[in-house]
């Protein structure tokens, strides 16, 4: 399934315009708003996804979900139930760790008791309350779920501070010479609200080309 931006992309670029400068000339430089949603059917296939591709490189994450979820095919499909299912052997003969299986079967396991809210519980509950839900998941940190919030979700006002090139691209548009601490660039992010993850994206696409 598609997900869907949850606020107009064009209101949120003049918000950003109007209420920074900076902002504004970095706009001007990278061009319109286009960020690439992730398709996913559930959370928990959400998820999956990112415990899977931590620590390792594109290629080989991507061929290490491919057998996962060829896996969970053979028990039903992209499920909790079926994770749970596949033998531990199986899984690991797909490449997942002892650490990332584990992971992976607490997820399945926080799913099904309600920790992990369904797609369409997830509409009804804060950004906040997401966080302090899905970081209960093993192996699933802060960072996580902000990248789950804005590439999943499509929720308007995520702030990753502790998304390495948002410090370096925060750094850059205000010409610091020290690096920012993540409250000085929520601070500034103020300014930003309601539509921080619009501002997070131009400060990675602002990296772009970056050695």
Same mark, same amino acid.
Request: charged fraction near 25%; charge should be positive; hydrophobic fraction near 45%.
């Given at each position: 399934?598609?997900?869907?931006?949850? &606020?107009?992309?064009?209101?949120?670029?003049?918000?950003?315009?109007?209420?920074?400068?900076?902002?504004?000339?970095?706009?001007?430089?990278?061009?319109?708003?286009?960020?690439?949603?992730? *398709?996913?059917?559930?959370?928990?296939?959400?998820?999956?996804?990112?415990? $899977?591709?931590?620590?390792?490189?594109?290629?080989?994450?991507?061929?290490?979900? !491919? @057998?996962?979820?060829?896996? #969970?095919?053979?028990?039903?499909?992209?499920?909790?139930?079926? +994770?749970?299912?596949?033998?531990?052997?199986?899984?690991?003969?797909?490449?997942?760790?002892?650490?990332?299986?584990?992971?992976?079967?607490? #997820?399945?396991? %926080?799913? +099904?008791? !309600? $920790?992990? *809210?369904?797609? @369409?519980?997830?509409?009804?509950?804060?950004?906040?309350? +997401?966080?302090?839900? =899905?970081?209960?998941?093993?192996?699933?940190?802060? /960072?996580?779920?902000?990248?789950?919030?804005? &590439?999943?979700?499509?929720? *308007?006002? $995520?702030?990753?501070?502790?998304?390495?090139?948002?410090? =370096?691209? &925060?750094?850059? #548009?205000?010409? %610091?010479? @020290?690096?920012? %601490?993540?409250?000085?660039?929520? %601070?500034?992010?103020?300014?930003?609200?309601?539509?921080?993850? $619009?501002?997070? /994206?131009?400060? /990675?696409?602002?990296?772009? !080309?970056?050695?």
């Amino acid at each position: 399934m598609k997900p869907r931006l949850q &606020f107009d992309p064009t209101e949120a670029v003049a918000h950003l315009r109007k209420g920074d400068p900076a902002m504004a000339a970095l706009i001007d430089r990278v061009g319109p708003f286009d960020l690439e949603m992730k *398709p996913a059917d559930s959370i928990f296939e959400a998820l999956l996804r990112s415990i $899977v591709y931590q620590q390792l490189h594109g290629k080989a994450a991507a061929t290490i979900l !491919g @057998r996962v979820l060829a896996l #969970l095919e053979q028990h039903g499909g992209p499920t909790p139930e079926a +994770l749970l299912k596949a033998p531990d052997t199986a899984l690991r003969g797909a490449g997942l760790s002892q650490a990332k299986m584990l992971a992976a079967h607490d #997820l399945a396991e %926080k799913c +099904l008791a !309600g $920790v992990v *809210p369904t797609l @369409r519980e997830s509409r009804q509950i804060g950004d906040d309350e +997401l966080v302090a839900r =899905l970081t209960e998941v093993r192996g699933i940190g802060p /960072w996580t779920v902000h990248m789950l919030l804005i &590439f999943y979700l499509g929720r *308007p006002d $995520v702030m990753p501070t502790g998304d390495f090139a948002i410090r =370096l691209g &925060f750094k850059n #548009l205000l010409r %610091k010479r @020290r690096d920012p %601490k993540p409250e000085a660039i929520l %601070k500034h992010a103020k300014r930003w609200q309601p539509y921080r993850s $619009v501002a997070s /994206w131009y400060l /990675w696409r602002s990296l772009d !080309g970056d050695d």
